[in-house]
């Protein structure tokens, strides 16, 4: 076992302290840990998804352009990609609705109100958003 | 009743004898009804005068016995031995502070951190002893209740990874304490503790790994405390940007 | 310890996060699947990107998102060991979402 040692206060002079090390692994270590850094990394998901949408964008300027990137849309490598990208955003939404009610506190005398019930608006919200959205984008089409 | 036994695995350090841990095992008796904290005792008693380790109530009012069993910091008078017989119960100093010796870990810096905080009262206005009690409504009481049940056994702190690599953070305990306060509504001394918990190395540092209040034995739930200081803070900051002429 | 001017930060990538969660699951439906199934035409979709609600919401779904991303990857990187970068790190992050937030709305204004 590896470790530096340092002095200690004048309390326990004499007796050099063990520090021990975080392994650079430390969140591979347990799963809490695990299930946190892999909700950190869904924020590539979502970066990534804004910069297609950007790209989307700069394309929609330009006939030629947007017919390459419609032409893209359809191609494999883009299904994959969204294949890929779909559950890290979806865990994303799934995380961010059931944490805020940590943020998002609601006093109602001297009781809380429930934190699933909170989260649960989260969730109809995002059931009604969604579906308008689509309705918006299909009905049109 | 059989002759059971467990074995414990327990993290030594002997600065005096030796300048590297070492883990050493010891077979201690199963009994259905212990604790840890017992089998340690036990050790103590009757097989290794020498191991050093923190208790007191054994009761889990105290915050004392803190320690990382099978790599999750517990409270030792909490761990039963049933629930990891047969399996062996490795046995170690709270994670993320300096070891002393054997299972005693120097808490001073988290000791410090409750001075930077204020972690007291601070009446808005004193008044004499003569006028009576500073009064509370019930729902003025539950807004800062579940903070104040922390028994400062630094659990959090050992499962903090932020403060595993930034050493310099407030930690979690600290400002669920200044949420205690900030929130009780005696208090006085909100814009006090601002200048240590809505800092850099306060509640910022934070990124919501939730550990902290996994661990609590006390259901605090200090990653709770911490979102919302960082609703108060943010909601102030816009305050102080969007209207620069009310007060700081 | 002074007070941190992180709140700036933590808004936007609040903001961010939300905007993220309630729309981009089903947006990113749009186009990964509606689109190669061929429940959206090349016209329509161009048409639908040009009206000015549409644009708004782009501008929202680009904005937001690539400063929930810069935030937590700021911080994300750090708990996965880097170190050192002192502030070259959030420079990168905060300055990609700004530039892709300038981008997105010389798109979409002038289109």
């Not at chain 2, 399996?87 to 000791?111: G, S």
């Not at chain 2, 800092?199 to 661990?215: L, M």
């Not at chain 3, 509606?34 to 609600?53: D, F, R, T, Y």
């Amino acid at each position: 076992m590896t470790g530096e040692t340092q002095t200690v206060s004048p309390k326990a002079a004499g007796a050099k302290q063990y520090i021990r090390p975080v392994p650079a692994n430390w969140w591979l270590k347990r799963k809490t840990y695990f299930l946190f850094m892999v909700r950190e990394l869904t924020c590539l998901a979502v970066g990534g998804y804004a910069v297609l949408l950007l790209v989307m964008a700069g394309c929609a300027r330009d006939e030629q352009a947007f017919h390459a990137f419609f032409q893209w849309l359809e191609s494999p490598f883009s299904i994959a990609l969204h294949l890929i990208s779909l559950p890290m955003v979806v865990y994303h939404s799934i995380t961010w609705f059931n944490l805020t009610p940590k943020a998002m506190v609601v006093w109602r005398g001297e009781e809380r109100v429930s934190p699933v019930l909170i989260a649960g608006s989260n969730y109809v919200a995002w059931l009604i958003v969604s579906f308008l959205i689509a309705w918006f984008f299909l009905g049109a089409a | 009743m059989a002759d059971e036994t467990i074995t414990l695995e327990v993290f030594r350090y002997r600065p005096d004898e030796e300048s590297e841990p070492r883990y050493q095992r010891y077979e201690v008796p199963y009994r259905e009804d212990w604790v840890v904290l017992d089998a340690l005792n036990h050790i103590k008693d009757q097989l290794d005068g020498t191991l050093t380790f923190r208790w007191s109530c054994r009761m889990g009012v105290c915050g004392s016995c803190g320690m990382m069993v099978n790599g999750d910091p517990k409270l030792t008078c909490a761990a039963f031995l049933r629930d990891y017989y047969p399996e062996p119960i490795r046995v170690e100093p709270l994670n993320y502070f300096p070891v002393i010796c054997d299972l005693v870990i120097n808490m001073e810096d988290f000791l410090h951190k409750l001075g930077e905080v204020n972690a007291w009262l601070v009446p808005q206005q004193e008044k004499p002893v003569s006028d009576g009690e500073y009064l509370q409504t019930p729902a003025e009481l539950a807004h800062y209740k579940q903070f104040s049940m922390c028994i400062n056994c630094m659990l959090c702190y050992a499962a903090c990874p932020v403060y595993g690599h930034h050493p310099e953070f407030i930690g979690p305990a600290a400002i669920a304490l200044a949420q205690r306060y900030n929130l009780d509504s005696r208090d006085g001394a909100a814009e006090d503790r601002a200048e240590a918990i809505f800092s850099h190395e306060g509640i910022w540092q934070c990124t919501f790994v939730g550990d902290c209040t996994r661990v609590c034995p006390k259901d605090v739930d200090p990653a709770g405390a911490i979102q919302q200081a960082k609703v108060t803070h943010t909601t102030q900051w816009w305050k102080s940007v969007l209207m620069p002429w009310g007060n700081k | 310890m002074a007070k941190s001017n992180e709140p700036l930060w933590w808004s936007l990538f609040s903001a961010g996060g939300v905007v993220a969660a309630l729309f981009v699951p089903i947006t990113l439906i749009l186009t990964g699947f509606a689109v190669p199934a061929g429940k959206i035409s090349e016209e329509n979709m161009s048409e639908l990107i040009h009206s000015p609600l549409t644009r708004v919401y782009l501008l929202v779904l680009i904005s937001l998102p690539l400063f929930h991303w810069a935030h937590r990857f700021r911080y994300a990187a750090m708990d996965l060991g880097l170190k050192g970068l002192g502030a070259a790190l959030p420079l990168f992050c905060y300055g990609t979402a700004i530039a892709g937030t300038a981008m997105a709305l010389f798109f979409l204004v002038r289109m």
